[in-house]
C-alpha cells in the first residue's frame, strides 16, 4: 500500500514539470517560423509563406541628378607670388617661416651679399665721372661764348655730361634695388614681402647661400588664400553634369555643418588617357577654414530634373557595400535586386537605378535576408 502511494506521488511530480516546462516555452505558442527554399539562382529564394513578409509600392520623386566627386584644395595660381633675392650671398636671418601669415612689406629674411660693394663702388665712379664730365661742360660752354671752341666741342661735351648723368642714375637705382641707401651702404640686403598671404613654401634655412633671379626652387612661395581653387577628377561618361559658370556644394570632411559653393571656372580640354578623367577647376571664397591640401567632396547638380522611386528605408538591404532589395516573383519567391540608392528622405530611401516606381519591395529585407542566412 505504501508502495503505490509512492508511485501515485512520482507520477503526478513528473507531470507537475511536464507543464512547467510547457509554459516556459513561449516558442511553442509563437507561429513557425518561415521555411526558405534556396534557389539555382543565389538571389532567387521560396518561401513557404510570403504573407510573413509585407510588402509596400515604390514611391515616385522628382529630383535633379547629382554627380559626388572628390577635389583637393589647391592655391590659385594668380594669386601666388616667388620672393627671390636680388642679391647673391649667404642667408643670415630668416625672419618669416612656413605657413606663417606675412604682409606687403613684411621683412622676410636677410642676406650678406658682395654685390653692394661692388654696386658702390660702380656709383661712386659715376658720381666722379659726372662731376668731372660736368666741369668740362661749364668750361666748353665759356669758351663757346668767347668763340674760343666751335659748336661740335661743345657738343660733344654736352653728351659726356648727359651719358655721365644715364651712368649715376643706373648705379643708384641698382643700389636701391639691392635694398641699399646710397648714402650709407651696407653689405646686409633685406628682402621683404611683395604681397599679403600665406608662406606655403619655403626653401631657404639660416646659412644657406643664395643666387642672383636663379633660385631654383624658390626661396619663398607666398599665396593669397581668401579664393583658393578647388581640383576635381571627373570621369568622361559624367562629363554632361558639369558646365562651365555653374555652382557646385562643396563640403568638408572637417567641417561638415559648413556647407560652401564653389563656381566651376575651367573644364580642362585633355582628359587623363589613363583614369579617362578631366581636370574640374572650382573657384571658392575662402571663409578661413579651407587649407592647402584638405580633401572636399563637391557636388554637382543637373539642370534637367529626372524620376525617381523612393521605398521605405527598412527595404533597403545595405550588404557587401552594395544597395539590396527585395522583389516578390511568382511562385512564393522573392528576387534580390542590386539597386543604386541616392539621398535619405526622413523614413523613405530614393532609389537613383534599379527600381521603377509602382513596383513591389519587401519592406523590411534585413528580416528575410537574416531568415534566409539562418536556413
Not at 654736352?158 to 635694398?179: C, F, H, I, W
Not at 582628359?271 to 567632396?297: H, S, Y
Not at 523613405?348 to 534566409?372: F, H, M, R, W, Y
Given at each position: 500500500?505504501?508502495?503505490?502511494?509512492?508511485?501515485?506521488?512520482?507520477?503526478?511530480l513528473?507531470?507537475?514539470?511536464?507543464?512547467?516546462?510547457?509554459?516556459?516555452?513561449?516558442?511553442?505558442?509563437?507561429?513557425?517560423?518561415?521555411?526558405?527554399?534556396?534557389?539555382?539562382?543565389?538571389?532567387?529564394?521560396?518561401?513557404?509563406?510570403?504573407?510573413?513578409?509585407?510588402?509596400?509600392?515604390?514611391?515616385?520623386?522628382?529630383?535633379?541628378?547629382?554627380?559626388?566627386?572628390?577635389?583637393?584644395?589647391?592655391?590659385?595660381?594668380?594669386?601666388?607670388?616667388?620672393?627671390?633675392?636680388?642679391?647673391?650671398?649667404?642667408?643670415?636671418?630668416?625672419?618669416?617661416?612656413?605657413?606663417?601669415?606675412?604682409?606687403?612689406?613684411?621683412?622676410?629674411?636677410?642676406?650678406?651679399?658682395?654685390?653692394?660693394?661692388?654696386?658702390?663702388?660702380?656709383?661712386?665712379?659715376?658720381?666722379?665721372?659726372?662731376?668731372?664730365?660736368?666741369?668740362?661742360?661749364?668750361?666748353?660752354?665759356?669758351?663757346?661764348?668767347?668763340?674760343?671752341?666751335?659748336?661740335?666741342?661743345?657738343?660733344?661735351?654736352q653728351?659726356?655730361?648727359?651719358?655721365?648723368?644715364?651712368?649715376?642714375?643706373t648705379?643708384?637705382?641698382?643700389l636701391?634695388?639691392?635694398?641699399?641707401?646710397?648714402?650709407?651702404?651696407?653689405?646686409?640686403?633685406?628682402?621683404?614681402?611683395?604681397?599679403?598671404?600665406?608662406?606655403?613654401?619655403?626653401?631657404?634655412?639660416?646659412?644657406?647661400?643664395?643666387?642672383t633671379?636663379?633660385?631654383?626652387?624658390?626661396?619663398?612661395?607666398?599665396?593669397?588664400?581668401?579664393?583658393?581653387?578647388?581640383?576635381?577628377?571627373?570621369?568622361?561618361?559624367?562629363?554632361?553634369?558639369?558646365?562651365?559658370g555653374?555652382?557646385?556644394?562643396?563640403?568638408?570632411?572637417?567641417?561638415?555643418?559648413?556647407?560652401?559653393?564653389?563656381?566651376?571656372?575651367?573644364?580642362?580640354?585633355?582628359?587623363?588617357?589613363?583614369?579617362?578623367?578631366?581636370?574640374?577647376?572650382?573657384?571658392?571664397?575662402?571663409?578661413?577654414?579651407?587649407?592647402?591640401?584638405?580633401?572636399v567632396?563637391?557636388?554637382?547638380?543637373?539642370?534637367?530634373?529626372?524620376?525617381?522611386?523612393?521605398?521605405?528605408?527598412?527595404?533597403v538591404?545595405?550588404?557587401?557595400?552594395?544597395?539590396?532589395?527585395?522583389?516578390?516573383?511568382?511562385?512564393?519567391?522573392?528576387?534580390?535586386?542590386?539597386?543604386?540608392?541616392?539621398?535619405?528622405?526622413?523614413?523613405?530611401?530614393?532609389?537613383?537605378?534599379?527600381?521603377?516606381?509602382?513596383d513591389?519591395?519587401?519592406?523590411?529585407?534585413?528580416?528575410?535576408?537574416?531568415?534566409?542566412?539562418?536556413?
Amino acid at each position: 500500500m505504501k508502495r503505490a502511494w509512492l508511485v501515485v506521488m512520482l507520477a503526478l511530480l513528473l507531470a507537475a514539470c511536464s507543464k512547467k516546462e510547457e509554459a516556459a516555452n513561449p516558442s511553442a505558442e509563437a507561429p513557425p517560423p518561415a521555411k526558405v527554399e534556396k534557389e539555382g539562382d543565389a538571389n532567387l529564394v521560396k518561401v513557404d509563406k510570403p504573407e510573413q513578409f509585407p510588402l509596400a509600392t515604390a514611391g515616385e520623386h522628382n529630383a535633379a541628378p547629382e554627380l559626388n566627386v572628390t577635389g583637393v584644395v589647391n592655391p590659385d595660381v594668380a594669386r601666388t607670388v616667388p620672393v627671390i633675392s636680388l642679391a647673391s650671398g649667404r642667408v643670415v636671418e630668416i625672419d618669416a617661416r612656413l605657413g606663417d601669415e606675412v604682409k606687403k612689406g613684411q621683412l622676410l629674411f636677410k642676406v650678406r651679399s658682395s654685390d653692394i660693394s661692388g654696386a658702390f663702388s660702380d656709383y661712386r665712379k659715376a658720381v666722379v665721372n659726372e662731376q668731372l664730365t660736368k666741369v668740362q661742360l661749364d668750361r666748353a660752354k665759356i669758351l663757346f661764348d668767347k668763340g674760343a671752341i666751335a659748336k661740335k666741342d661743345l657738343e660733344v661735351a654736352q653728351n659726356a655730361e648727359d651719358s655721365a648723368l644715364v651712368d649715376l642714375d643706373t648705379t643708384a637705382e641698382r643700389l636701391k634695388l639691392l635694398g641699399s641707401d646710397t648714402s650709407h651702404p651696407t653689405g646686409i640686403v633685406e628682402t621683404f614681402a611683395p604681397v599679403s598671404g600665406v608662406i606655403v613654401e619655403q626653401n631657404i634655412t639660416q646659412a644657406a647661400g643664395v643666387k642672383t633671379l636663379d633660385n631654383s626652387p624658390n626661396l619663398f612661395t607666398i599665396a593669397d588664400l581668401s579664393v583658393v581653387w578647388i581640383i576635381c577628377d571627373v570621369f568622361e561618361n559624367d562629363m554632361p553634369n558639369v558646365k562651365l559658370g555653374e555652382y557646385a556644394d562643396i563640403h568638408l570632411a572637417a567641417y561638415p555643418n559648413r556647407p560652401l559653393k564653389g563656381r566651376i571656372s575651367n573644364i580642362a580640354p585633355i582628359l587623363d588617357p589613363t583614369i579617362r578623367t578631366a581636370k574640374v577647376r572650382l573657384e571658392v571664397p575662402n571663409p578661413g577654414l579651407m587649407r592647402v591640401g584638405m580633401f572636399v567632396t563637391a557636388t554637382f547638380h543637373g539642370t534637367s530634373a529626372e524620376k525617381r522611386a523612393t521605398v521605405p528605408a527598412t527595404a533597403v538591404l545595405h550588404l557587401h557595400d552594395r544597395d539590396w532589395v527585395y522583389v516578390p516573383a511568382d511562385n512564393r519567391r522573392f528576387r534580390r535586386l542590386e539597386v543604386v540608392g541616392g539621398a535619405t528622405l526622413g523614413d523613405l530611401q530614393e532609389i537613383i537605378s534599379g527600381l521603377k516606381p509602382g513596383d513591389k519591395v519587401v519592406t523590411n529585407a534585413l528580416v528575410l535576408q537574416n531568415t534566409v542566412e539562418q536556413q
